[in-house]
C-alpha cells in the first residue's frame, strides 16, 4: 500500500498551506469580527466580506473545485484519496472551504448534479455552482418522522401533467438561510405503492419557486452558524417542471447513496483537521502557562493525553484514506463499510481531542476567545449530520455478521440518513 501523496498533490498541499498561512489565518479575527457587526446591525445573514474577498485569490491560486473528481466541467478536481490530504488542511478553520468553492453541502450537490444530472440541469444548476456565483441547500430530514430512517420521509412529489407538484416540510436543511442559496436538492415520495426504497426521488427545486417559505433558522448549541446556517422549509403547492426530476422517479435511494458516500468522507477529511487544530491549540496552551510552580504541559496527566491525541488523530487518518482509497478504486457501494466506520469513529476521536484541549484551556476554552467552543458544537453535531452513530454501527455489524455467515456479498445498504 503506497503512503506517500503524488507530486501533484505535495504541491497542492504546500500551495494551501502557503495560502492558510497568508490569508486564511490572518483573516479569523476579520471574520468573527464582521459576523458580529451583521449580527448588531441585525443582519447576519449575508454574505462575509472576508470570504468575498479571499475567493478570487484562491482561484487564483489554482485552489478551487478540488473536490470533484472526473468532471470535464473542473478539470482541476483530483480523486478522493487525493483530496483528503488538502480538505483535512481547510477543515482546520470551519468557513475556509467556503474560500476554494469546496464547502458543504455545495460540493455533494455538485457531485450528484454532476453523476446524475442532466446535460440541461448542469447548464442551469452546477455552471454557477463551480463558479461559485450561487450556493444551495440540501432537503432530506424531516421535523415529522425519525428521518434516520428515510423510509420514513413524507414529503410529496406528485405528477401533475408537465409539472411536478410538491408538499411537506423540511429541516436541518443546511444553507438554505443564505441569500445565495438558489436550489435544492430535495427528497421525497413520488410512489407509495412502490417497494420500500423505490418511494424516494430526487428532484431540483429553485429556492423562490412560488410556495417555499424559509420558516426559521434552527442554531446549534446556541450558534447560528450564519450566515450559512440550518432551516426549517416549508413547502406548498410548489409546482417544478418535470424536466427537474433527477435520474427518473423511484432513484433517490439510488442517488443518495451515490451522494452521502462522498458527503461522509469530506466531513471526516475536514474532521481530521479540526483535530489537529486542537491538538496544536492544546499544546500551545499547555506550554504558555504556568501552575503550582512548574509549566503545566509537565504534567503527567497532559503527557498521556497529547500521546493519545497523537495516536488516535494518526489511526482516524489512516482509516481516512484507505476508505477514500476504496472509494476510488472499486466505488462507494464496495467501501460501504469503510465509510460507515470512519463515519463513526472520526467525530467521536475529534470531540475528545478537542474536549482536552478546552480543558486545557481552562475557562477560556469554553468561552468566544478560542474557537474550541464553537469547534465542539460542529463535531458534536457530526455525531447525528448524515446518519447517528447508532445507524451506522448498525449496518456494519450486519456486513460484518453476514460475512462470517459465509455471505461476504450480502446486501447490506450503506444507510441513508441525514440530521442536517
Not at 176 to 205: F, W
Not at 278 to 296: D, N, T, W, Y
Not at 373 to 391: F, I, M, N, S
Amino acid at each position: 500500500m503506497e503512503f506517500d501523496y503524488s507530486p501533484r498533490v505535495r504541491e497542492l498541499q504546500a500551495r494551501l498551506l502557503r495560502f492558510m498561512d497568508d490569508h486564511i489565518y490572518p483573516s479569523e479575527k476579520a471574520y468573527e469580527h464582521e459576523i458580529a457587526t451583521n449580527r448588531r446591525n441585525g443582519n447576519v445573514w449575508v454574505p462575509v466580506k472576508v470570504i468575498e474577498e479571499l475567493k478570487p485569490k484562491a482561484r487564483d491560486a489554482g485552489l478551487w473545485n478540488l473536490f470533484l473528481p472526473r468532471s470535464p466541467r473542473a478539470p482541476q478536481g483530483l480523486s478522493n484519496l487525493e483530496y483528503a490530504p488538502l480538505c483535512e488542511i481547510m477543515g482546520r478553520v470551519p468557513w475556509s472551504p467556503e474560500v476554494f468553492n469546496c464547502s458543504a453541502p455545495d460540493t455533494g450537490n455538485m457531485e450528484t448534479i454532476e453523476r446524475y444530472g442532466t446535460e440541461a440541469q448542469k447548464d442551469e444548476w452546477l455552471e454557477p455552482l463551480l463558479a461559485g456565483k450561487i450556493r444551495s441547500a440540501f432537503l432530506m430530514t424531516e421535523p415529522a418522522v425519525a428521518s434516520s430512517d428515510a423510509t420514513n420521509i413524507e414529503c410529496s412529489i406528485r405528477r401533475d401533467g408537465r409539472h411536478y407538484v410538491i408538499n411537506g416540510r423540511k429541516w436541518w436543511s443546511s444553507g438554505a438561510n443564505d441569500p445565495r442559496c438558489k436550489v435544492y436538492v430535495l427528497m421525497g415520495k413520488t410512489n407509495l405503492e412502490a417497494g420500500r426504497h423505490e418511494q424516494q426521488s430526487m428532484i431540483l427545486v429553485p429556492s423562490d419557486a412560488p410556495g417555499i417559505t424559509v420558516m426559521r433558522h434552527l442554531p446549534v448549541f446556541g450558534y447560528d452558524d450564519a450566515p450559512h446556517g440550518h432551516a426549517e422549509v416549508d413547502l406548498k403547492d410548489v409546482r417544478v417542471p418535470v424536466e427537474s426530476i433527477l435520474l427518473g422517479e423511484g432513484r433517490g435511494f439510488e442517488i443518495a447513496q451515490g451522494r452521502l458516500g462522498p458527503g461522509r468522507i469530506h466531513h471526516c477529511m475536514r474532521s481530521i483537521g479540526v483535530a489537529e487544530r486542537a491538538l496544536e491549540l492544546m499544546c500551545k496552551r499547555l506550554q504558555s502557562r504556568v501552575a503550582f510552580g512548574k509549566p503545566i504541559s509537565s504534567q503527567s496527566v497532559w503527557h498521556e493525553r497529547i500521546a493519545e491525541a497523537r495516536c488516535t488523530i494518526d489511526q482516524a487518518r489512516l482509516m481516512v484514506l484507505k476508505a477514500a482509497y476504496m472509494m476510488d478504486t472499486v466505488g462507494n457501494k464496495v467501501a460501504r463499510k469503510e465509510i460507515a466506520m470512519i463515519k463513526v469513529i472520526v467525530p467521536s476521536m475529534t470531540l475528545q481531542v478537542i474536549d482536552w484541549a478546552i480543558q486545557a484551556h481552562g475557562g477560556g476554552g469554553v468561552s468566544d476567545e478560542f474557537p474550541l467552543a464553537k469547534l465542539w458544537a460542529g463535531q458534536r453535531t457530526l455525531r447525528l449530520a448524515d446518519g447517528p452513530d447508532e445507524v451506522h454501527r448498525n449496518a456494519i455489524a450486519k456486513m460484518e455478521l453476514a460475512m462470517h455467515a459465509g455471505r461476504p456479498d450480502a446486501n447490506v445498504a450503506m444507510p441513508i440518513t441525514r440530521g442536517s
